[in-house]
């Protein structure tokens, strides 16, 4: 009987992969089955998780030159919210569009998601969860009729389709050199995964030092080479982005700022307006309300 051992790199990229899977979790704002009887043109929203699957026919991605000229039956794409893009669906085809958040315990993630990824053959690669995107979304909104429970059941398969898309993506090899490290540095990942589940704890650089098991002046120095930034510095993006979350979930200015570890609801909105460029109170009021879908 032979074994077969994992290299130690291979094993660390399996195990930070079944992580990442694992800790995705997302809201949905909104999931349509769109027929174009005309040409129709959709804009993905920035700083919302896009899930486009092509139903039939093709896709045209405008705005994004990295991007093939169109997608066809069967393939996906999955767009983190930090690139700007519209869809051309011409006539005749069909599609799926989910606009998706990141949920609270998952808000840390979004860095570690790919701006744009497309996936060919999609429904080759994961046939399951490319037969559960036929059945999402809705395609006469005004129609639909809700039943108890919908919201629960759609989260948890928009959770699996985004998983099933990030997986493929990374078995198709369009993943970038050691993801989904940020860092490539075991001791470093230690500190995000520990500031990623608790943002609201009151973080210092020795803590986080503690966490790397390192010095403070090593973990400091290695810190900022491998993400171009303070510890402090990444830590508020953290709690920024776990706001953002929050805020869209419906939880109020006070309590995202208790959670997060401000003092005071003034400081934390001071910090928000600097990290998105408006207050905690007008994010929350763009009427991001999820729909059924």
Not at 98 to 112: F, I, K, N, T, V
Request: charged letters at 25%; proline letters at 6%; a negative charge.
């Amino acid at each position: 009987m032979s074994l077969v051992v994992s290299p130690p790199r291979a094993a660390a990229r399996e195990d930070a992969l079944e992580r990442l899977l694992g800790d995705i979790a997302v809201s949905v704002h909104s999931q349509q089955r769109i027929f174009a009887p005309v040409d129709e043109m959709v804009a993905l929203e920035p700083d919302a998780v896009s899930l486009i699957y092509v139903l039939a026919g093709s896709v045209r991605v405008l705005g994004d030159d990295r991007l093939p000229d169109s997608f066809t039956t069967g393939d996906a794409l999955l767009g983190s919210g930090r690139c700007k893009a519209t869809l051309r669906v011409p006539a005749g085809s069909r599609v799926l569009v989910s606009r998706l958040g990141l949920a609270e315990s998952a808000a840390h993630l979004g860095a570690l998601l790919p701006p744009m990824a497309w996936i060919r053959g999609f429904d080759e690669l994961e046939p399951a969860a490319a037969a559960l995107a036929q059945h999402i979304g809705v395609e006469v909104p005004d129609r639909h009729v809700e039943r108890d429970g919908d919201m629960v059941i759609c989260r948890m398969m928009a959770t699996m389709l985004v998983q099933s898309m990030i997986r493929a993506w990374a078995a198709l090899g369009c993943a970038p050199a050691g993801w989904p490290s940020r860092t490539g540095d075991l001791f470093l990942d230690r500190v995000l995964d520990a500031v990623g589940d608790d943002p609201g704890r009151e973080w210092t650089v020795e803590q986080m030092a503690s966490v790397a098991a390192l010095s403070r002046s090593v973990f400091a120095e290695r810190f900022h080479a491998a993400l171009g930034l303070s510890p402090v510095s990444y830590v508020t993006e953290v709690r920024m982005e776990t706001a953002k979350g929050m805020l869209d979930a419906g939880c109020s200015v006070s309590e995202t700022s208790r959670s997060l570890g401000y003092g005071s609801d003034e400081g934390f909105s001071r910090a928000f307006r600097r990290a998105t460029g408006v207050t905690p109170s007008r994010w929350r009021a763009r009427g991001r309300t999820p729909v059924p879908a």
